[in-house]
């Protein structure tokens, strides 16, 4: 069986894994305040080129995202996202749980949230007896693979900044979206354009760990207690600064980034070449077939996949994910039983 369901089945980078048994038996102390936090955090800092950022670490997506929005919003205060969000689509209703509504926005087969879609929304909102919009969330690689340009980031920045906005940048997929050909994006412009964004471990050769830059230095204080509050202290807190410190050492996160996208590029082009259809052309590390109702038994037999959302009475779109660990062989011999 071709294991192409996710990013985050095999357990970590080799390097990480050394990183992390180097230091396991030292007796470190607890809540990220080690020295491995901090000097991962500064690694951060000068990548970003933010030196007034505060970084924070915690365990996953769903709940980096979580703790970001109640720490920025008021109990009449909501989030700004597209229809295929991972927060309005894949959380289980996180966000709302914590009194947050979600105001979701349509968006093309790209899964982008435009400048222009905010204008109406806080004409929409002036009245007082609705939810008042504070918050945009978008996902840097997108949930169908795309990416946000610099061009298409600095847009939607200044139109935040025009209606008193924070913008967020979901980073699970970070390490993919900014080794991507198609985008220009670097650290540095995440910092200069977004109030706050996550850099990914979990999909990207960590065990497990989100890190969090706070640019906007208003949402910065107490924040530890927040993430307390909801449960997001880890108390071997240094288990995830070691990660990333480990990851930021040299170009290794960059590196599995542009693993993934190489091993997706060329699933997606074999694919291609097949004479099948896509949902869209992605140029980071899903891939996404349109199918044959008729084909989903026989795939289930052959590899692991997921299910997206059905095209039609006959087609169902399905996703291909690559990772740091897939080979060129698990590709290729993907391809020719596909064949």
């Known amino acids: 069986m071709y294991n192409f369901r996710n990013d985050y089945s095999q357990g970590a980078h080799p390097d990480v894994l050394k990183a992390v048994e180097a ?3 030292e007796g ?4 990220g305040q080690d020295d491995y936090c901090k000097k991962a955090a500064d690694k951060i800092r000068t990548a970003c080129q933010a030196p ?18 109640s720490a ?8 700004i996202c597209a229809e295929t969000a991972h927060i309005n689509g894949h959380e289980a209703g996180a966000a709302e749980a914590r009194g947050h509504k ?23 909102h002036e009245d007082e007896h609705l939810t008042k919009p504070r918050f945009v969330y978008i996902s840097q690689a ?5 990416v946000y340009t610099k061009a298409e980031l600095a847009a939607l920045s200044d139109m935040c900044k025009k209606y008193g906005l924070f913008l967020f940048a979901d980073g699970a997929r970070l390490g993919v979206a900014l080794t991507s050909p198609a985008c220009d994006v670097t650290l540095a412009d995440m910092a200069r354009y977004c109030d706050a964004f996550y850099i990914g471990g979990t999909k990207n050769g960590a065990m497990m760990g989100e890190a969090l830059v706070l640019v906007d230095e208003g949402v910065q204080k107490d924040f530890f ?16 600064g070691v990660q990333f410190d480990a990851l930021f050492t040299g170009d290794l996160y960059w590196k599995l980034g542009r693993h993934a996208n190489e091993m997706a590029q060329r699933l997606q082009k ?36 997921e299910t997206w959302c059905p095209k039609d009475a006959d087609h169902t779109i399905i996703r291909f994910v690559c990772n740091f660990a897939t080979k060129v062989e698990d590709v290729d011999g993907l391809l020719a039983a596909l064949k």
Request: glycine share 8%.
């Open 102 to 124: 979600l105001i979701q926005v349509p968006v093309g087969a790209d899964g982008k949230v435009r400048p222009e879609q905010i204008p109406p929304i806080m004409e929409r």
């Open 72 to 79: 920025v919003l008021r109990p009449w205060e909501a989030v």
């Open 142 to 146: 997108t949930e169908n693979g795309t």
């Open 52 to 69: 007034n950022a505060r970084v924070e670490f915690l365990i996953g997506g769903t709940q980096t995202n979580v703790v970001t929005i």
């Open 270 to 305: 074999g694919i291609q070449d097949l004479g099948w259809e896509l949902m869209v052309e992605s140029p980071t590390n899903q891939v996404f077939p349109i199918v044959p109702n008729s084909m989903l038994k026989k795939l289930d037999g052959l590899c692991y996949y």
């Open 23 to 25: 230091c396991n038996m």
């Open 28 to 31: 470190i102390i607890g809540y």
């Open 225 to 240: 207690r927040l993430k307390k509050q909801m449960f997001a202290v880890l108390a071997k807190g240094w288990l995830l």
